[in-house]
């Protein structure tokens, strides 16, 4: 590994399963339904929200796999403007205020998630995200809007029936100062669109096949850069040039790519161990990307664990979400060995 390459060293947080966001001032945390906070990254943690839960649900939340088997987990935890944030938990949405008092979101055509990275925070002070279910039948997919006050969602754009099986990420980008939704799954339903802020008009950047079929972009001021979260084809980690619209090749990876990072000098992507059949290599892998170079180097490797996972969920690296990026961030497991519901830290300052 080359010196000025991310270190990987051991990390604790009692209390606390997952790092969800990192912001100037505050970090957030959470266990289930409880949502922690705290001042510094390695500072004490204190319980700031918990998301009340029907008591089926509260009983799977008192356990590990319990909270695996009934996906009970934030997904999205985004700060806002009037010192509140915004929430997805399993398949509710909506606010938590700055005193911790969590309010659900009306409006939605139906309960659904919304993947880490699925939701993001408009210059407006709006949030913006889409549906993410199964639809088996394809019918109609939706992208919401919701500020700061609302009591219900908004629909802002539709995608017509059989257009779109899901949504998978909605992500501001501050180079073309617009909102770049990401979809899936079958070729022609793979899509990178790039919206403006009153998602009237669009532009299509590509479509077609997995090559475009990603979860967690990543902006630079000339290309954008993403890994693939495909199923049959070989994953890769890709470039796409702003000023050419071209779409390269940087690397293949050893299977899906679920969420990626901002470093001071490059990105972070995490292959998910899905088992799917692109998967090459039963583990999730955590790769580093160096933005001067173009560089891949593998930071780390983690195994699944032995439980199925189909009910007790994908082997997952979960990195942290943040405006900016970040010299060091706590990194968590689910369902892999040795970094289940435990942390690594990586520095990069």
Not at 76 to 90: E, H, R, S, V
Not at 165 to 188: F, M, Q, Y
Not at 247 to 258: I, K, M
Not at 277 to 289: F, G, H, M, V
Request: aromatic share 12%; charged share 20%.
């Amino acid at each position: 590994m080359a010196s000025d390459a991310p270190r990987l060293g051991g990390f604790n947080q009692n209390g606390a399963e997952t790092c969800e966001h990192i912001t100037s001032g505050a970090i957030y945390w959470s266990r289930g339904p409880q949502l922690y906070i705290s001042d510094m990254l390695d500072g004490p943690i204190r319980r700031f929200a918990r998301i009340p839960r029907p008591l089926v649900r509260r009983i799977l939340a008192a356990t590990r796999l319990g909270r695996r088997l009934g996906r009970e987990t934030f997904y999205n935890i985004l700060p806002l403007a009037d010192g509140g944030l915004f929430y997805t938990y399993a398949t509710e949405v909506g606010f938590i205020s700055s005193d911790g008092h969590a309010r659900p979101l009306g409006g939605r055509a139906r309960a659904h998630r919304v993947l880490r990275g699925g939701a993001s925070v408009l210059p407006d002070g709006s949030v913006v995200f889409g549906e993410y279910f199964d639809n088996a039948d394809r019918v109609a997919v939706r992208l919401y809007r919701a500020r700061p006050g609302d009591t219900e969602v908004h629909e802002v754009y539709r995608f017509a029936p059989g257009e779109v099986r899901h949504i998978h990420s909605v992500n501001w980008d501050p180079i073309s100062r617009r909102a770049i939704v990401c979809t899936g799954d079958l070729e022609k339903e793979c899509r990178i669109i790039a919206f403006d802020i009153d998602f009237i008009n669009h532009d299509l950047w590509g479509a077609g096949s997995e090559d475009w079929r990603t979860i967690s972009p990543q902006f630079s001021t000339t290309a954008v850069y993403f890994g693939t979260d495909a199923q049959f084809s070989p994953n890769r980690l890709m470039r796409y040039d702003r000023a050419t619209g071209i779409l390269s090749e940087l690397t293949q990876v050893n299977g899906p790519v679920f969420y990626s990072a901002a470093l001071p000098g490059g990105w972070l992507f995490a292959t998910t161990a899905e088992l799917c059949p692109s998967q090459t290599s039963p583990e999730a892998i955590l790769y580093y990307l160096d933005a001067k170079s173009e560089a891949v180097t593998i930071l780390a490797r983690f195994k699944k664990d032995h439980w199925p996972k189909r009910y007790f969920q994908f082997g997952i690296l979960n990195l942290p979400l943040s405006d900016t990026p970040q010299g060091r961030m706590p990194i968590s497991g689910v369902a892999l060995k040795r970094l289940d519901a435990k942390f690594m830290v990586l520095s990069h300052e």
